[in-house]
């Protein structure tokens, strides 16, 4: 059995290279000391930024300057920690990263109220006498626009200064998930033994024997469900300080506190989740598909993962994957392949599983010097989506940091999900077209099949999920183990429907989902995924001037609002038009599988 290393075992060339942003953790520990002291410069803009427009200018270019500083040791800082989620000394650090945010923020807490406190005449006054502010307009913008959810000075201060309580309940999750918990080996009809881990869970779950899948499932579920009230309680957390700070900012619903701060309306939330629901019927023809081909009698949730085509599945390794991506993607130009190509030669990316890394896969945001990228490959189709999806993710970032200026560089979380899906998109519609084999063909629209089921169904189930425990955590409703699972397993009924047979063990899964921690995050997926779908068919039917627009947008930062950002590149998302029109290509998709079995 390949039995997981540990980290110092790991080939350093499969591993990001950090020194990139520090050389050493000296020189991480001497910067965090340094930033630490900037509180002092903040501080000392108290009082004083309505005098003029240069005094104004001079404490937004100071941001800039510790907001970059800053972005590196937090960036540096994380990603350690999540190379092995049990070593003490870089949770320590990450720890560390977060106080010196905390003790920053709090510092710069006055600034707010004194922005809202500018009169428009003497704000437009400033604009005219000096050019230079022109570009904090827009950041200036985004805090007025708040004007009735933003506090006193004082409770400003104190607001900051809870955030470091406030992350809490995902980190204790994280531990939980990431470091505490071990997982029983798992054999398979022929006696061999498979580590069971958070990581390999999906991947186990591929097989095609279908006992092996029912052992893997029970096995991780079981051991999830020893923890189930640990779990739940930090949920339960969670939406406490959702609830704290939604409340001290004069918002209605945690929902809303959360879509407002990137000028999203909640109409778009409820939109996707009715339009969803309206097409439902698509995805139980989709499990009806899939029972069929599986020729079963019952369809268990631990049968969605495994090909219905398994003789077309193939081993893609790390390079093979590296190179299909780089084809797929040339429709984009040769500038975006180059930097493509950078980031696979220079160690962006740290590759594999290793004991206590962080599990899934993320772009790490900051692209100063350059993003990076946390994968667990594990040589399947799948990894090689999660390259493209992940690199999506890092050129979005790129592209905006390169062309932005610091303040508006950082793009907000509706948007992000945009390109790392079209990437997916595009590769997909690639591996398409370049195959008559009908098996492979077969087994590639599954795959697509499967990513629609994913992202838009999936997701939106979890968006409506963590809808639901926002509403109870309002109405005073505590979120127990035993709630969560029953409103879990309800939810999946009205997902899978009738054709699905929902092991109990499934009420469980809410627990290994790391995403209800991000607030109201999830959503996003389907909505990213739906606009995906759309630019991507614009880009390989358009060509250039599509993929001039497209590069507008990922170079947008947060230049304006979301919903403007995503028209530039041809989709309108303040419509439920993309999400119906996603899920008429997953309906076409699923006809043209039909036909080819």
Not at 550 to 560: D, E, I, M, N, R
């Amino acid at each position: 059995m390949n039995r997981t290393p540990l980290r110092k075992d790991v080939d350093p060339n499969d591993t990001w290279n950090l020194k990139d942003i520090f050389e050493s953790d000296e020189l991480w520990t001497a910067e965090y000391t340094a930033l630490l002291d900037q509180t002092k410069n903040l501080s000392a803009f108290a009082g004083k930024l309505m005098e003029n427009a240069e005094t104004l200018l001079a404490y937004f270019q100071t941001e800039d300057d510790i907001s970059l500083r800053l972005s590196k040791l937090y960036g540096y800082a994380s990603c350690k920690s999540d190379e092995d989620t049990g070593n003490a000394f870089y949770q320590d650090m990450r720890g560390k990263a977060i106080r010196v945010y905390t003790a920053i923020s709090s510092a710069g807490a006055f600034a707010t109220p004194e922005i809202l406190s500018i009169p428009d005449e003497t704000l437009q006054s400033f604009y005219r006498n000096c050019p230079a502010l022109e570009t904090y307009r827009r950041t200036i913008y985004t805090i007025r626009r708040r004007k009735e959810h933003i506090l006193s000075s004082e409770c400003e201060t104190l607001l900051a200064a809870a955030n470091e309580m406030a992350d809490t309940p995902d980190a204790i999750g994280s531990a939980l998930r990431n470091a505490d918990i071990t997982y029983p080996d798992v054999t398979d009809s022929n006696g061999e033994n498979h580590q069971l881990t958070d990581g390999s869970f999906v991947p186990l779950l591929e097989s095609a024997d279908q006992d092996f899948r029912k052992s893997v499932f029970q096995t991780y579920y079981k051991t999830i469900g020893e923890f189930k009230n640990t779990f739940a309680a930090t949920l339960n957390g969670q939406f406490k300080q959702l609830m704290f700070y939604a409340n001290a900012r004069k918002y209605r619903s945690t929902l809303e506190a959360a879509l407002d701060s990137h000028e999203i309306p909640v109409e778009v939330y409820h939109n996707l989740i009715d339009t969803v629901h309206a097409n439902l019927d698509k995805m139980y023809d989709y499990v009806a598909l899939r029972k069929k081909m599986l020729n079963t009698p019952e369809l268990h949730i631990y049968d969605v993962y495994t090909p219905i085509v398994p003789e077309a599945s193939a081993k893609i390794s790390f390079e093979e994957a590296k190179e299909t991506v780089l084809k797929a993607l040339s429709c984009l130009g040769e500038d975006y392949t180059d930097l493509l190509k950078q980031g696979f030669n220079n160690r962006w990316i740290d590759v594999y599983e290793n004991v206590g890394k962080r599990s899934g896969a993320y772009s790490s945001g900051n692209a100063y010097p350059h993003p990076y990228v946390l994968l667990n490959h594990k040589d399947n189709l799948d990894s090689m989506f999660t390259l493209a999806h992940e690199m999506g993710h890092a050129l979005h970032s790129y592209h905006s940091c390169k062309n932005q200026p610091i303040c508006t560089s950082d793009y907000v979380i509706f948007v992000a999900e945009v390109a790392s899906t079209c990437n997916e998109v595009l590769l997909m519609r690639y591996l398409l077209k370049n195959t008559e084999d009908k098996k492979e063909k077969a087994y590639l629209i599954n795959h697509f099949l499967d990513q629609f089921k994913g992202t838009v169904y999936r997701q939106t189930m979890f968006a409506e999920f963590e809808l639901m425990m926002g509403k109870m955590a309002e109405a005073g409703e505590a979120l127990t183990a035993d709630i969560l699972c029953k409103k879990y397993k309800e939810l999946n009924e009205l997902y899978f429907g009738p054709d699905m047979f929902l092991d109990e063990e499934i009420a469980l899964e809410w627990a290994r989902i790391p995403h209800f921690f991000y607030n109201y995050y999830v959503f996003q997926y389907a909505t990213g995924f739906s606009a995906a779908v759309a630019i991507a068919n614009r880009i390989l039917s358009e060509g250039e001037q599509a993929v001039k627009d497209y590069k507008k947008f990922l170079s947008g930062g947060c230049s304006t609002d979301p919903i403007s950002l995503l028209k530039i590149a041809g989709v309108d998302m303040s419509t439920p038009e993309p999400v119906n029109e996603a899920l008429k290509v997953f309906a076409d998709l699923l006809d043209e599988f039909r036909m080819l079995m």
